[in-house]
T-cell receptor, first 114, second 117 residues
Framework: AQSVAQPEDQVNVAEGNPLTVKCTYSVSGNPYLFWYVQYPNRGLQFLLKYITGDNLVKGSYGFEAEFNKSQTSFHLKKPSALVSDSALYFCAVRANQAGTALIFGKGTTLSVSS | GAVVSQHPSWVICKSGTSVKIECRSLDFQATTMFWYRQFPKQSLMLMATSNEGSKATYEQGVEKDKFLINHASLTLSTLTVTSAHPEDSSFYIC?????????????FGEGSRLTVL
């Protein structure tokens, strides 16, 4: 069965500092990995994905994530956090099968202080 | 990216009534849509997979007679919460995958906040 773990409920960083939001996954075969962001009472916005190729993936709003197969991780990173990055972040995985839904982690609240 | 529209954004209803939520893919055709439910400060729980022209596939523990899903066209799926009760109050989010895209990310509607009094 597929699963995603986000070990931190909340991450606090100061504006301008680098941020990392952790994610590990479990899936049979090669994973499709995603990060989404959610603002209050809104749907999810797609940030980035890893399908194949370069392990470092760059996405929207300056975010990037690194796929590490040996550690089954896909941590989200940003070199310099902004207050406006404060939101709820979800990691998701899909097995390499057409039509299957995404399975989400529990989410991590990112709080960036000024 | 592809656009998914969801309506209504907010709905308040009395206990015992039914509520319909619409999910539309605006600039692509979606043979499959997914309905998720989100409780406060929790993750998204997959409720069902909506298949155009056929019956929806429900996840274990989701009552198909309570949550009716219809996917009558390639751009529209509806979720009807029948005989709603306060415990059905939640944030419902639909999503769809653009079949022409690479990688299979889902595009999400803005969600529908249901409050049952």
């Amino acid at each position: 069965a597929q699963s995603v773990a986000q070990p931190e409920d909340q991450v606090n960083v100061a504006e301008g500092n680098p941020l990392t939001v952790k994610c590990t996954y479990s899936v049979s075969g090669n994973p499709y990995l995603f990060w989404y962001v959610q603002y209050p009472n809104r749907g999810l916005q797609f940030l980035l994905k890893y399908i194949t190729g370069d392990n470092l993936v760059k996405g929207s709003y300056g975010f990037e994530a690194e796929f590490n197969k040996s550690q089954t991780s896909f941590h989200l990173k940003k070199p310099s956090a902004l207050v406006s990055d404060s939101a709820l972040y979800f990691c998701a995985v899909r097995a390499n099968q057409a039509g299957t839904a995404l399975i989400f982690g529990k989410g991590t609240t990112l709080s960036v202080s000024s | 990216g592809a656009v998914v529209s969801q309506h209504p954004s907010w709905v308040i209803c009395k206990s015992g009534t039914s509520v319909k939520i619409e999910c539309r893919s605006l600039d692509f055709q979606a043979t499959t849509m997914f309905w998720y439910r989100q409780f406060p400060k929790q993750s998204l729980m997959l409720m069902a997979t909506s298949n155009e022209g056929s019956k929806a596939t429900y996840e274990q523990g989701v009552e198909k007679d309570k949550f009716l899903i219809n996917h009558a066209s390639l751009t529209l799926s509806t979720l009807t919460v029948t005989s709603a009760h306060p415990e059905d109050s939640s944030f419902y989010i639909c999503s769809a995958r653009d079949p022409t895209g690479v990688g299979g990310e889902l595009f999400f509607g803005e969600g529908s906040r249901l409050t049952v009094l």
